[in-house]
């Protein structure tokens, strides 16, 4: 696997990690009632830089 691919594939998951936490954040109590999140637990994960798992 060359240097520009892993580069490549490394900015697509961060892109895609700061997306899912971005929309996170606008989820209802209801949307994270049914998938067993807490506020705090969207705040603790929008918190994360895009690099951070």
Do not use: I, Y
Request: proline share 2%; glycine share 2%.
């Amino acid at each position: 696997m060359s240097v520009f691919t892993r580069l490549n594939d490394r900015l697509h998951l961060w892109v895609d990690r700061w997306r899912q936490r971005h929309e996170l954040t606008h989820w209802s109590d209801r949307d994270l009632h049914d998938v067993g999140l807490s506020w705090s637990d969207v705040v603790s994960e929008a918190e994360k830089p895009f690099w951070r798992a």
